[in-house]
């Protein structure tokens, strides 16, 4: 039995269309106006939804300067300081009620990443249709189990955690009373390099879980998300800024309209050619079945003659019988006279 979520009515899973999500993250640059032109674009390049974060930099961490609370690693944000970062990105929380009425007037649907309780208090009120968790916050148990009590779907993000980690939060979910659960396969690096993907863990994880699993990417370009579709990614979120050429601390893993519209149309044409497990003749593929080989005479023959590979032989085109039948057909007489180049059927040997 198929497992699927809805969001707004819309159904999500495996046999219905990938629900296509723009991360909007840091890219709003503390600019409203250019954050609402955002939620424009992503919907103008066709995403289904735009997803924010709300987060403040004291929701996440504290203000120190001790050696724990220093980037490094080899991110994008070395050296910095978690707290001057998270300042940086984090989205004004009296824009989101205003930024979720524009998207409900543009009917793109409007998520959010939930990282304390307090910001779950928030969204409640401005009954957002469905949470994130983000890859960080998955070893988060209370705030799944506080999500989950609201009884909205609910995305979790797969990146960093083992396969136990994912169990714990699957399990602190359905036990918090959620019913509506999907995964999305990550890789938290910034960006992900295609060789650590592993795409191959979306089956498996649909599989074991009995949720519907997309994907979060990370990675530079468009090409992964419409390999997962073909694997069997029901969601696809990727990060979407309107130019990179603006600095911030998402812009190099971000696409900009115009990709990630090149993104929504790839993954289009994926779950277009996936079509159904079964091998027959396609609608289109009808006009070509005439160029087969099939059975023709290759010289002129008489009535009662033998048929052998002298005189018959499988060529293109397809009218005459399947070449299988060669061997059948061979020391067979002919019923009457038959001109080189006539199809072979049945009704002219004389059997």
Same mark, same amino acid.
């Given at each position: ?117 307090? =910001? *779950?208090?928030?969204? +409640? #009120?401005?009954?957002?249709? %469905?949470?994130?968790?983000? /890859? ?129 149309? =790839? *993954?289009?044409?994926? +779950? #277009?050619?996936?079509?159904? %497990?079964?091998?027959?003749? /396609? ?69």
């Amino acid at each position: 039995m198929e497992t699927f979520i809805k969001i707004n009515g819309r159904e999500i899973g495996l046999t219905k269309s990938v629900y296509i999500i723009a991360e909007i993250s840091a890219n709003h640059h503390h600019d409203y106006e250019q954050t609402v032109k955002m939620i424009e674009a992503a919907k103008e390049a066709g995403a289904d939804a735009v997803k924010v974060q709300t987060y403040t930099a004291d929701t996440l961490t504290i203000k120190s300067d001790s050696k724990y609370f220093q980037i490094g690693g080899g991110t994008p944000w070395d050296k910095r300081n978690l707290y001057d970062l998270y300042q940086e990105a984090y989205m004004p929380w009296e824009w989101q009620p205003k930024l979720k009425a524009i998207a409900d007037q543009l009917k793109i649907d409007f998520l959010s990443s939930a990282f304390d309780e307090t =910001a *779950v208090d928030f969204l +409640e #009120k401005m009954n957002v249709p %469905a949470y994130k968790i983000a /890859s960080f916050e998955i070893v988060d148990i209370p705030l799944i189990e506080k999500i989950a009590k609201t009884g909205k779907p609910l995305i979790i993000s797969t990146g960093m955690a083992n396969e136990s980690e994912v169990e714990d939060a699957v399990a602190a979910a359905k036990n918090a009373g959620a019913t509506q659960i999907a995964l999305l396969k990550c890789t938290s690096a910034y960006p992900a390099p295609p060789e650590e993907m592993n795409l191959k863990a979306i089956p498996y994880l649909a599989q074991k879980f009995k949720v519907p699993v997309g994907l979060s990417d990370h990675t530079l370009g468009f090409e992964i998300p419409a390999i997962a579709v073909a694997l069997g990614a029901s969601l696809v979120e990727k990060h979407f800024t309107l130019s990179r050429s603006i600095s911030g601390p998402d812009s190099q893993f971000s696409l900009e309209p115009e990709e990630f519209k090149s993104l929504v149309n =790839a *993954v289009r044409t994926a +779950e #277009k050619a996936l079509g159904e %497990a079964k091998v027959q003749m /396609s609608q289109s593929e009808q006009k070509s079945q005439v160029f087969r080989r099939s059975l023709f005479t290759v010289k002129n023959i008489k009535a009662g003659d033998l048929f052998t590979k002298d005189n018959i032989r499988s060529i293109r085109p397809g009218y005459g019988l399947p070449p299988k039948y060669l061997e059948s057909v061979l020391n067979l007489r002919a019923k009457k006279d038959i001109p080189s180049g006539t199809p072979l059927q049945w009704e002219l040997i004389n059997k």
